[in-house]
């Protein structure tokens, strides 16, 4: 059985799930897929359902009812992955913003480098890692990212990164049930908390390009979120312990 597993949420993918897929399977190293569906009325649980039959032991889906937020969405991967006794646990897009072929360098930045999280990050180099993003769009995610490392002191250049690899002791520790936001402001939750503990975190320089099939899943109440929850996420860290304690979910 494979040790790791990638954790890909998915609203109206149909355009991009099966190519998600085998590409993620053709990798020179062995990864699992955690399909979380929030009820995509396109049909695309039905496209994962027909590849699980050709990947019966790779493929796993788990179909919510509603779209219910990409938080959600990955604490409900987290706590399938941390029951199914994986090592090494990402979070990936389903739209190729994220390069597939990048998850063997967060796997070993984590695994032969000893870190404890890997961040594909557009923008440890400045903006220039960036290809085709609406600039509305890149600028909202760089200053917010900007944002996220003043308040909060953490030393991350890509605070709202979705493309990670955190090794299962990171998961363990969080208190999922406790986080708090649902899109830009939980990557940014995660990674606090996750420095917050004094894990070891590494940046890796990614490439990141816009979805060329699909539409955006961005809202004006995700950015909101994450401009006034990052206050209360510093607020918050000066009434936490932060000590390290396993969890665990049954």
Not at 17 to 41: A, C, N, T, Y
Not at 68 to 76: K, N, P, R, V, W
């Amino acid at each position: 059985m494979s040790k790791n597993i990638v954790i890909i949420p998915t609203y109206n993918e149909k355009e991009n799930i099966e190519l998600m897929v085998r590409k993620v399977f053709s990798l020179p190293e062995s990864f699992h897929l955690l399909i979380v569906d929030d009820g995509s009325p396109d049909g695309t649980a039905e496209i994962v359902k027909s590849l699980q039959l050709e990947f019966p032991n790779q493929l796993f889906l788990e179909q919510r009812k509603q779209k219910s937020g990409l938080g959600t969405a990955y604490i409900h991967g987290f706590k399938y992955a941390l029951r199914n006794k994986y090592e090494y646990i990402f979070e990936m897009d389903c739209d190729f913003s994220h390069n597939p072929d990048d998850l063997i360098r967060l796997l070993h930045t984590c695994k032969s480098d000893g870190y404890d999280l890997a961040i594909g990050s557009r923008y440890v180099d400045g903006v220039v890692n960036v290809v085709n993003w609406p600039m509305n769009r890149l600028l909202i995610s760089y200053f917010g990212s900007v944002y996220a490392k003043f308040v909060t002191g953490m030393p991350i250049d890509d605070g709202t990164a979705g493309f990670k690899c955190y090794k299962s002791e990171v998961l363990e520790t969080i208190k999922l049930d406790n986080v708090r936001f649902v899109g830009y402001g939980f990557q940014i939750e995660m990674k606090f908390n996750t420095w917050k503990y004094g894990f070891k975190i590494k940046e890796v320089p990614i490439i990141f390009k816009d979805r060329t099939a699909g539409e955006a899943k961005m809202s004006k109440s995700i950015i909101a979120e994450a401009f006034l929850g990052i206050i209360k996420l510093k607020i918050y860290s000066f009434f936490e312990g932060y000590r390290r304690e396993k969890q665990t979910y049954d």
